[in-house]
């Protein structure tokens, strides 16, 4: 849970200062604004580039110095700890967390972050990169390492790349770069299949107004064993020099979701079908962090309410209140938020001359 939350030279921030009680967040302004700043900057106390997969000079504030600082209070762990991340200018991202240097890895330790933001609302629809991702980022909230094996995996794949277009054909300069990916690409594989298991348990177990989806992963993602991958890629290397790339690994797969109260594959399902869809996915990663963690993690919603009808808005509010997550959402209308009544923590965020302002 987040206590307290300081935005300095962020985006369109220049000084924002927030102090949270641990019910629901509700920010509302105008397009524009900065509501969807602060989710961001929230998404930057987790591993990984954000929500928004920006590089550290795009977060620097239009105009300011160049660099930008984001500083929370957190409890975690049962205990309470002050967590800095930041950039100085020209810089990459640092972390600091309870005054010394640490690694982003280490903020999973703290904080579980998941969000549903309105470039996901496509994601039924959109290419396998985007579901690969969207999954990928759900096992990384249950399996922080999950970030490091995938950083190492596309490291070596992309040096094996490099040989298969130079057309290298020496077996001994790709054995211990596929024997790198084997290791890495089975532990991502297994992740990922662990996570589906965990999300369908948790959609299962769950009396919920969403519907639930039946989740598969497809495609030439690898075996499960690292010797079943090393054996694949040695085998395809004459196929992968003629694509000029590696057809076969975790980098390959591809979820795929079925409406199954209709039977109906998500991709051809109405836009509020599929949205409620993502809704019931979030909300099944969040139980599943609960039970597995002893801890509800940060749910970050942006214009949540958009594609979801009023009954549905209510229900979801229930169900947050229900599992005790502090969601942050955003919306731009007030009047979205308000069956949530004292149940949640409201503030309007205004903006004026690119400059953003928060009020209670």
Known sequence: MITRLSLQAFRNHPATRLVLDGRPVAFTGANGAGKTNILEAVSLLSPGRGMRR??????????????WKIAAGATGEGANHDIETWADPDALRSVRIDG???TQTDLARILRVVWLVPPMDRLWIEAAEGRRRFL?????????????????????????????????????WYTALEAQMAETGALITASRRHTLTRLQAAQAGAA????????????PEG?????????????????????????AGPHRSNLTAVYAPKGVPADQCSTGEQKALLVSLILANARALAEDTGHPPVVLLDEVAAHLDPARRAALYDEICALCLQAIMTGT???????????AQRFEVVEAGGVSQVRA
Not at 223 to 247: I, N, S, V, Y
């Open 208 to 219: 919920t107004a969403f519907p639930q989806a039946d989740l598969t992963l497809t495609g």
């Open 223 to 247: 075996a499960a064993e690292p010797e079943d991958l090393a054996e694949a890629l040695a085998e395809g290397r004459r196929r992968d020099m003629a694509a000029g790339r590696t057809l």
């Open 333 to 343: 209308e007030s009047a979205m938020f308000d069956c949530l009544g004292d149940r």
């Open 100 to 102: 010394k240097a640490a």
């Open 136 to 172: 990928d980022r759900m096992t990384l909230s249950f399996e922080p390492r999950h970030a490091d094996r995938s950083l190492a995996y596309e490291k070596a794949m992309r040096e094996r790349n490099r040989l298969l277009k130079e057309e290298v054909r020496d077996p001994h």
């Open 54 to 67: 920006a590089g550290p000079a795009e977060l620097a504030m239009t105009a300011g110095p160049g660099g």
